[in-house]
């Protein structure tokens, strides 16, 4: 697989995570007793982040056996640039 290949991998899967967004803060206001959720962006916030990154992780380890440290650093770069992107989704 590509650089160009993994990013535009990652890339889906990020949009495809903050598609989810509306979902996630209707759950959170429906569920607020259960959940006691204090700051519900930051709670979607760390879900995104956790799908991007976890999604984006098994998707490499799918094209490889195993994936190296480096491999794996670079998907969550790749990732990370996305923060600002996410984080506007989200809070704005």
């Known amino acids: 697989m590509t ?3 993994l990013e535009n991998i990652i890339e889906q899967t990020i949009n495809g995570a903050l598609s989810t ?3 996630y803060m209707e ?7 259960i959940l006691k959720v204090e700051d519900p962006k930051e709670f979607v916030y760390g879900i995104i ?3 991007a990154l976890g999604m984006s992780g098994a998707i490499l380890s ?3 056996e195993t994936p190296t440290p ?3 650093i670079k998907v969550r ?3 990370y640039k996305n ?3 996410i984080r506007e989704r989200i809070f704005s």
């Open 70 to 72: 480096e491999d794996q």
């Open 62 to 64: 799918s094209q490889k």
């Open 77 to 79: 770069d790749l990732v």
């Open 49 to 51: 982040m956790g799908l």
């Open 27 to 33: 759950e959170i206001k429906e569920n607020k007793e």
């Open 21 to 23: 967004i509306p979902a």
């Open 3 to 5: 650089d160009e290949e």
């Open 83 to 85: 923060i600002p992107q």
